[in-house]
């Protein structure tokens, strides 16, 4: 497949400075994380059939088709916005500012769904994310993209680029095409594996009573200097319920969200989960043992929810190599992919004419 061909026309240079100015110093250091995960992982030799960002990018068109202005992946979204308060034992592990006992950041998120169609239909088996920006002192942040699942189903950039093209529905059964599922399982036990996990860990009712996972590991270092390996997770703290069976209305997960923020805050917890030598840091397919020991670094409250409109979460890109002092990314190839894939998939929706959000929230305008 050819890059440059799928390439959206160079955005007006007015559209580039609004933009800008809304991306603020932050996503400049989201720019700097993603050079250098660009180098990290395209082996540089020249073929065509080179893995880029760009050509990753392009894979998401072809299966999703084109939504000019939207994210290429997690597509259908909100954007949400609260606080997050420390209890202070994430320091004993970080010195981020982030973790200091009391400290009240603000953070700014973006609930979604995965895949690359705005206003696809709600179900209860897509993957759910949640995205975060905690906006830290001196322009410092710390930018994570989560999701609901156990573990995730590739090991490297090139797993997943062969899987969403495997498993690409075929126009005549709305289904992969069982022939190209079944050979890429066959080279990819590491997927089987996550595939079944994901089973032991069915969807609960909507994003409110969802538990959200880094996956991908990082190294946190102490004051000390001490560093350990960490994955995290915001564990919900509303009641779980189990998942609707059936079918579900076209955008009831996110009006159920939106019903739940606009009734009251919405919390979670952040657990730190410290690795021991022995567990992978750069397979984000392998589940650590339970037995790790656990952080509770404090609690997550969430008090509003906008649209997709300017000037909220639809103009950050979740980088999650942009990291505060104390955190810093591990060899995961899927963490310098990321890095450059979601600054492709920036660039190319934030050069595209202006779309709102697909989901509404009553009372508030999109633009
Ligand atoms: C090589 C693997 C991956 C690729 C190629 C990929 C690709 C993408 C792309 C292109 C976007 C849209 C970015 C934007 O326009 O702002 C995105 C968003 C997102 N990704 Fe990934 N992703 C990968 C792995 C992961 C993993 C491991 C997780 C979770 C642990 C994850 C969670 C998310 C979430 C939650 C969003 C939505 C962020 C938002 O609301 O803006 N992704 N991904």
Avoid: C
């Avoid at 202005?69 to 979204?77: E, L, P, T």
């Avoid at 200091?100 to 206003?119: A, N, Q, Y």
């Amino acid at each position: 497949m050819e890059n440059e061909g799928l390439q959206p026309p160079a955005a007006p240079a007015r559209e580039l400075r609004r933009r800008t100015a809304l991306l603020g110093i932050g996503a400049v250091a989201g720019i700097g994380a993603v050079d250098v995960g660009a180098f990290a992982y395209v082996s540089g030799r020249v073929t065509p059939d080179r893995l880029t960002p760009g050509r990753l990018a392009d894979g998401f068109e072809t299966v999703f088709g084109k939504h000019p202005g939207f994210r290429r992946n997690h597509a259908k979204g909100v954007s949400v916005a609260g606080e997050f308060v420390a209890g202070g034992a994430g320091a004993a592990v970080s010195e981020a500012v982030v973790f200091e006992e009391g400290r009240r950041t603000p953070v700014t998120g973006r609930f979604s769904l995965s895949g690359g169609v705005p206003d696809v239909a709600d179900a209860t088996k897509t993957v759910r994310g949640m995205a975060l920006r905690f906006d830290l002192p001196d322009g410092e942040q710390w930018r994570t993209a989560m999701v609901n699942l156990p573990v995730f189903q590739d090991r490297t950039p090139q797993g997943f680029y062969d899987r969403m093209l495997a498993f690409r529905a075929v126009p005549d059964t709305g289904e992969p095409d069982p022939e190209k599922k079944a050979a890429f399982l066959a080279e990819h036990p590491e997927t089987v594996r996550a595939m079944k996990l994901a089973k032991k860990h069915p969807p609960t009712s909507g994003f409110a009573d969802s538990t959200f996972n880094s996956l991908n590991a990082f190294h946190f270092t102490n004051s000390s200097g001490s560093s350990v390996p960490v994955r995290w997770s915001m564990v919900a703290l509303q009641p779980v319920r189990a998942a609707a069976k059936g079918p579900i209305g076209r955008n009831e997960l996110f009006e159920t969200l939106i019903g739940a923020l606009t009734d009251g805050p919405l919390r979670w917890r952040l657990m730190l989960t410290i690795g021991s030598p022995e567990d992978p840091v750069d397979d984000a397919t392998t589940p650590w043992p339970d037995s790790r020991r656990k952080l509770d670094a404090g609690v997550l409250t969430l008090t509003a929810v906008h649209t997709g409109a300017s000037g909220n979460a639809r103009d950050i890109n979740f980088d999650p190599t942009v990291l505060p002092r104390g955190i810093k990314a591990s060899s995961d190839p899927l963490l310098s992919a990321r890095s450059s894939v979601y600054a492709q998939s920036f660039a190319r929706r934030t050069g595209e004419p202006d779309r709102t959000g697909t989901v509404k929230v009553a009372g508030k305008r999109d633009d």
